[in-house]
């Protein structure tokens, strides 16, 4: 079910000029809020390791992270449908924030659990890093959605691909304040979540989503406010469509793929000798995997369609885990791996979202982008949580081998999903 938001209720010009305003907005929030991102994904798992002297625990950095982005996404997609787009990102911001300074202050008092505390809250960061690009789809014409939504996704590459890179000049600033090495990259995070918060705030004028759902409830009296539908009804809507319930499939797998491999490669290369610049190296070029080409996945999404770019995002996930997981001690290996995996991350995530919103009337997206976020990163917990102790298990072809079977779903769904269109002759 492919819907216009806005159809003899907002004119286009008007449309077209909030738009670009909207996602000129979002772009910019997500360069500073990449910093943050990036910094923190590049050292979390070396601080667990510092405070536990367990390679173990390492995954429950990033394990964390993502689970805080799990808790919060449906709250701030509640706030989100009641209140706007506006209040919601600017809250995840600065929750995020908070985060960062917990684990300055877990790794200075060396306390773990408040350290994994302090990662919950900085998930809120990556919760609020997603939801902005549902906020690009809400004014979003059909023939523009994947492009529009992908051009915000996109513009995280700035922040996130400099973030890990941060580690060496952040171990200098750190020093000046007389912190530990580690946590200069967390004092970035700080501040580029700070950054977001504030320019979220005074620049996401007028509210994309209200906007939307005035337009839309202008045009059709009798839809449903989105504060107003239960999560139950949300839920019985997308697995009633196909599209929006392969979208969801194809988005939570994809991130749990690419969480499950990448949380571990900063510890297998450590292992291997690789020195710290390495490292930030890899998953700075893994980050610009999945952020860099984004643009070019919004536009073949909108010209070739959402499923076959979600479908081909499946089958990139594969050929990363099959390269990464064949690299033993070659770090080129093991970095090409890693930037097919944030490749693959991002046809499906790009088209997965555009599908989703494609699928779903206005009433309904809020709620249903907060489930599908919500799923994503409870995959991706759960999928770091075991990472650390598959790797020490079967090592890091096994981890790699393992991420790829979530694949299967989303093929096994496309394929029912073709086959309930030909019994319909469609």
Not at 101 to 130: D, E, H, K, Q, W
Request: some cysteine; aromatic content about 4%; glycine content about 12%.
């Amino acid at each position: 079910m492919s819907t216009h938001i806005v159809p003899g209720a907002l004119p286009e010009e008007t449309r077209l000029r909030l738009q670009r305003r909207t996602v000129a907005a979002l772009m910019l929030t997500q360069v500073v809020g990449g910093v943050g991102m990036g910094a923190m994904l590049a050292v979390g798992a070396l601080i667990a390791i510092d405070l536990t002297g367990s390679d173990t625990w390492s995954g429950m950095a990033t394990t964390m992270i993502t689970l805080g982005a799990a808790v919060f996404a449906l709250p701030l997609a509640s706030l989100a449908a009641r209140r706007g787009r506006r209040p919601g990102l600017a809250l995840g911001w600065a929750l995020g924030a908070a985060g960062g300074l917990v684990v300055i202050a877990a790794t200075v008092s060396g306390l773990f659990p408040l350290f994994l505390l302090g990662m919950v809250l900085v998930g809120a960061g990556t919760a609020t890093n997603l939801q902005a690009r549902h906020a690009a789809a809400d004014l979003a014409s059909d023939r523009s959605r994947g492009r529009d939504l992908s051009v915000v996704v996109w513009a995280t590459t700035v922040g996130s691909v400099l973030g890990p890179n941060l580690i060496t000049p952040g171990g200098r600033v750190a020093a000046l304040v007389g912190l530990p090495e580690l946590l200069g990259p967390v004092l970035f995070t700080t501040t580029g979540f700070v950054l977001g918060a504030l320019l979220t705030f005074a620049l996401l004028r007028p509210d994309p989503l209200l906007t939307a759902a005035r337009a839309a409830a202008s045009a059709d009296p009798a839809a449903p406010p989105p504060a107003k539908m239960p999560i139950r009804a949300v839920l019985r809507v997308v697995a009633a469509s196909p599209g929006a319930l392969l979208a969801v499939v194809g988005i939570v797998c994809a991130h749990t793929v690419m969480v499950a491999v990448m949380t571990m490669t900063p510890v297998h290369m450590s292992h291997h000798g690789a020195a710290l610049t390495v490292i930030g190296l890899t998953i700075s070029l893994h980050i610009a995997g999945m952020y860099a080409f984004s643009p070019v996945v919004g536009w073949l999404s909108d010209r070739l369609g959402r499923v076959p770019v979600l479908l081909a995002g499946q089958a990139v996930l594969l050929a990363a885990t099959a390269v990464a997981g064949t690299a033993g001690h070659d770090e080129a290996m093991v970095t090409a791996g890693l930037v097919l995996l944030g490749l693959g991350w991002s046809l499906s995530l790009v088209s997965g979202t555009a599908l989703l919103a494609g699928s779903l009337e206005v009433g309904v997206r809020p709620r249903a982008q907060g489930v599908s976020d919500l799923l994503m990163n409870l995959g991706g917990a759960a999928a770091g949580g075991l990472s650390g102790v598959v790797l020490a298990q079967t090592g890091f072809g096994g981890l790699n081998l393992f991420a790829a079977l979530f694949t299967v779903p989303v093929f096994v769904l496309a394929l029912r999903a073709v086959r309930t269109d030909r019994r319909a002759g469609r």
